[in-house]
């Protein structure tokens, strides 16, 4: 049975810090890459950050390049994304994601498996 647990999450102030991880287990973890996602009330889910499966590549969204940063550890089966400088409108609820290797990992219909999210609250 495939799962991806999300931890991490909380209420912080504006510039504050957070560090999320995802716990994997029930597939082989090493041939997936992985990702982050996000949704806001209202809002549509969006790409935030993902990380290729041996971890030599990343990709961020504009909008938190340079204050987030993802990483994983294939021994341990985790990825994490660390998030420093938060801002309100980083707040939403944030999943984690695991994409066949080789595909548009921009695109969250491309990911096959998919946490329960965890609740990033920021205050101004």
């Known amino acids: 049975q495939v799962q991806l647990v999300e931890s991490g999450g909380g209420s912080v102030q504006a510039g504050g810090s957070l560090s999320l991880s995802c716990a994997t287990s029930?597939?082989?973890?090493?041939?997936?890459?992985m990702g982050w996602f996000r949704q806001a009330p209202g809002k549509e889910r969006e790409f935030v950050a993902a990380?290729?499966?041996?971890?030599?590549?990343?990709y961020y969204r504009d909008s938190v390049r340079g204050r987030f940063t993802i990483s994983r550890d294939n021994a341990e089966r985790m990825v994490y994304l660390q998030m420093n400088s938060l801002k309100p409108e980083d707040a939403a609820v944030y999943y984690c994601a695991a994409a066949r290797y080789g595909v548009n990992l921009y695109a969250g219909a491309n990911y096959a498996y998919w946490g329960q999210g965890t609740q990033v609250t920021v205050s101004s």
């Open positions: 990380i290729t499966r041996g971890g030599g590549t990343t």
């Open positions: 029930g597939y082989t973890f090493r041939n997936y890459d």
